[in-house]
């Protein structure tokens, strides 16, 4: 058996180098296909169960009994292709599919993302990532359970773990089903939002219930190549076929400068709340667009200078942090061999991770121009809405009432202000809107399946993990067997992922809040527990439970106190305060840092008057700050 694993482990690059090129031949084979005429929807079809297939034969594949390879892959995750799958763990739909969107309509400001993601790998590498992989542990409660001796630590780790990650996950099968939607929809067959979400849910099963982590990994792996290739194809086909810059990512800086020209060319008038009621178009109570926004800014008040650095920051603060808390991705290191090679895995991710988001400022950019710029063929604003309403892709979007022409001033010509469109489906679009051949339409489907399925994997996975592991065999029954103890992961599987589903299929938030949520709740309960627990010895036990609980309670009533008042569930996902109040400096999308603070305060306060952990545990805490040799505990 381990001559086979470590068989298994060298020809990975092989195995690999193969599927990359397989799926490089089926894009090929797509292209003739359509070229011979065959339709989009069965393109898009091809696509989508071509990569499912695949990732479910590997969740086959890897279909295990063994308790470690169930948590942990066995612990023999290469560097490499460990951050190849934690890549493709953390580029979910919000990733993928949201984040362009947001920086198309929200400008520069959504960039703040980008630097609080990759930010907060440096945390990861430097504060948690080695310590917790030599601690040896299954998850995230786990290390909690083991640093500060108790069940009920334990079970305020559960908590908080699930909360965030019910939120994080419910984001990521909205994504599913947005994309499933479209790539199985035609304007004479629609396919239901709510279908999508379940479709997605059934692969996302069938890749995670029969291998556990260590068929979630090398799905990963295979989910990571289809979402980068299928981001950068698109981005450089557009560069090159309207000469955006061999390398687009060099020029990005005129092409900001084109747009700029061009809205101001154009124009945008801001309509009041009771047009955008009167049109049907969704909108917060201070009157911006919602779910549906405009082509170019302008969806919400401007704020002034200093609010607009101190928004960008707190912002990427609080994604840098929640980074650092999440258990899904802190779990990912404690899959590699050794305390090192987490290190070094954290390195490999944040190499893999770079390449999409590096890359999405510009095809929020280049995406933008082809809808405006007159000298291209694909631009709309400022022709016929009668000659608009006739192009296919515009028709499609309609179809699924993710596109909105409202002709306000009733001239026949389509304004700026006129044309609505759902940020979540700016990069499903792009294709379409550049005039790309319908290939790339369903190769980017697939790669935003991959994206959002791949984190739904790590989430849905963590999430049982920790009630089977840190509830079940922990607490309840710790003479449970090896058996039941997966019969009980498996079940939980289902049961979280199903409830998931359920609330997609309401599409309350759109994903990108939605995903931002997950984060300042991981943060306002995980973060200091976790990192004072590293580097803190005189952290106690009810110092931790103090931190977890306020802190969670205080983050989740500051959200609710900016959101509630104004009964508008489509307010929640805007990042206007209540009350009209735009002097505010934490707004629902922030509410980590109070809830983090008062985590800090409650732990350091609550630990420093209580008494301290015994000798054991100190002498453990000094051993996992040395960053190499065996690890410190070992589980059952």
């Not at 092409?255 to 945008?268: H, I, K, M, T």
């Not at 999440?326 to 991710?349: D, E, K, N, Q």
Request: contains cysteine; positive net charge.
């Amino acid at each position: 058996m381990a001559k086979t694993s470590k068989q298994f482990i060298a020809s990975l690059p092989k195995i690999y180098g193969i599927y990359t090129g397989g799926f490089l031949a089926f894009i090929v084979l797509m292209a003739f296909l359509e070229k011979a005429g065959i339709s989009g929807r069965n393109i898009g079809l091809m696509f989508v169960g071509f990569t499912i297939l695949i990732y479910a034969l590997i969740g086959w594949l890897s279909r295990t009994t063994e308790v470690d390879e169930y948590y942990l892959a066995g612990k023999k995750v290469p560097t490499v292709f460990n951050g190849m799958a934690t890549a493709a763990d953390w580029m979910s739909g919000a990733s993928f599919v949201a984040m362009a969107g947001g920086i198309y309509f929200g400008g520069y400001t959504y960039m703040a993302f980008l630097i609080g993601w990759t930010g907060g790998y440096v945390l990861v590498s430097t504060l948690l990532a080695p310590y917790l992989r030599k601690f040896g542990c299954y998850t995230v409660p786990d290390f909690i359970g083991a640093r500060y001796g108790g069940n009920f630590a334990r079970f305020c780790a559960v908590l908080i773990l699930l909360v965030a990650s019910f939120t994080y996950v419910t984001a990521q099968i909205t994504a599913t089903g947005s994309i499933a939607q479209k790539a199985l929809s035609t304007p004479e067959f629609p396919v239901s939002f709510a279908f999508g979400c379940y479709t997605g849910l059934i692969t996302i099963l069938i890749c995670s219930m029969l291998g556990g982590m260590r068929s979630v990994t090398w799905s990963q792996v295979a989910q990571y190549i289809v979402l980068i290739i299928a981001y950068l194809i698109p981005l450089f086909w557009i560069s090159w076929k309207y000469n955006f810059g061999i390398f687009p990512h060099v020029m990005l800086g005129d092409e900001v400068q084109r747009l700029a020209a061009l809205e101001q060319q154009f124009g945008l008038v801001r309509h009041t709340k009771e047009v955008l009621t009167e049109a049907k178009i969704p909108n917060d109570a201070l009157g911006n667009a919602t779910s549906l926004k405009y082509i170019v800014g302008g969806h919400s008040a401007v704020p002034a200078g200093h609010e607009v650095a101190w928004r960008y920051i707190s912002l990427a603060i609080c994604m840098m942090v929640g980074t650092a808390s999440l258990p899904h991705i802190l779990m990912r290191y404690f899959t590699t061999p050794t305390v090192t090679a987490a290190r070094r895995s954290v390195g490999w991710s944040l190499f893999f991770i770079g390449l999409l988001y590096l890359s999405a400022p510009m095809l929020a950019t280049v995406s933008k121009i082809s809808l405006m710029d007159p000298n291209l063929p694909t631009a709309i604003i400022g022709k016929k809405i009668s000659d608009v309403m006739q192009i296919q892709w515009v028709q499609n979007w309609i179809a699924v009432k993710q596109v909105v022409i409202v002709d306000f001033n009733k001239d026949g010509i389509l304004q700026l202000s006129e044309w609505f469109m759902n940020e979540d489906v700016v990069v499903l679009a792009t294709p379409e809107i550049a005039g790309l051949p319908y290939v790339i339409s369903g190769l980017v489907a697939a790669g935003g399946l991959a994206a959002a399925m791949s984190t739904a994997d790590g989430l849905i996975l963590a999430m049982a993990n920790a009630i089977s592991h840190d509830v079940y065999y922990k607490m309840i029954d710790p003479k449970a067997s090896v058996q039941k103890r997966l019969i009980v992961a498996r079940v939980l599987l289902v049961v979280l992922g199903s409830l998931a589903a359920i609330f997609a299929s309401f599409r309350l938030t759109g994903i990108l809040g939605a995903v931002a949520w997950a984060f300042d709740f991981a943060m306002s309960g995980l973060f200091f527990p976790l990192v004072l627990g590293v580097w803190w010895k005189r952290a106690t036990r009810s110092g931790a439970i103090a931190g977890m609980l306020c802190g969670l309670i205080a983050g989740t009533a500051y959200l609710v106190w900016v959101g509630v008042p104004n009964k508008d569930i489509t307010f929640f996902m805007g990042a206007t305060p209540w009350k009209d109040i735009h002097w505010i400096f934490v707004d629902n999308l922030r509410f980590g840092i109070p809830g983090a603070l008062v985590s800090l305060i409650a732990m350091v306060s609550v630990s420093l008057v209580t008494k301290p952990e015994s000798k054991a545990v100190m002498d453990m805490v000094d051993e996992v700050r040395i960053a190499s040799g065996k690890t410190v505990i070992r589980n059952a």
